[in-house]
């Protein structure tokens, strides 16, 4: 069974640039027709999809957020990266990184989630 878990640091200033690593276990993140996403939850708010890699490497991002997100992976670790840039504290959320078996931006398609990992933007 896929098992995922982010990590990353809780805290980060304004401006600063917000990095957070998944790491995969149970499968390869080269399998084939497998997405590997970001998710986020504001609080008080509903799960904001932002970006994905795809099995292939391919990626693609949220339209509202593509201008300061960048998702990689590194597929010796079995780990994909999110960067987002110019954080701003509207940008503190429960960052959540999940897979699917289906090419959708839709979070009630996603088999597998992390527990999640809380990070404020404050200086």
């Known amino acids: 069974q896929v098992q995922l878990q982010e990590s990353g640091p809780g805290l980060v200033k304004p401006s600063q640039t917000l990095s957070l690593t998944c790491t995969v276990s149970g499968g390869s993140i080269t399998t084939n027709y497998y997405y590997w996403s970001w998710i986020r939850q504001p609080p008080g708010k509903g799960l904001e999809w932002m970006g994905v890699?795809?099995?292939?490497?391919?990626?693609y991002y949220s339209p509202s957020l593509k201008s300061r997100t960048s998702i990689s992976w590194d597929t010796s670790k079995n780990q994909f990266t999110l960067q987002l840039s110019s954080v701003t504290p509207e940008d503190t959320a429960v960052y959540y990184c999940?897979?699917?078996?289906?090419?959708?931006?839709?979070?009630?398609?996603?088999?597998?989630w992390g527990q999640g990992t809380q990070v404020t933007v404050s200086s």
């Open positions: 999940a897979s699917t078996t289906v090419a959708s931006t839709r979070s009630n398609e996603y088999d597998y």
């Open positions: 890699v795809a099995y292939s490497g391919s990626t």
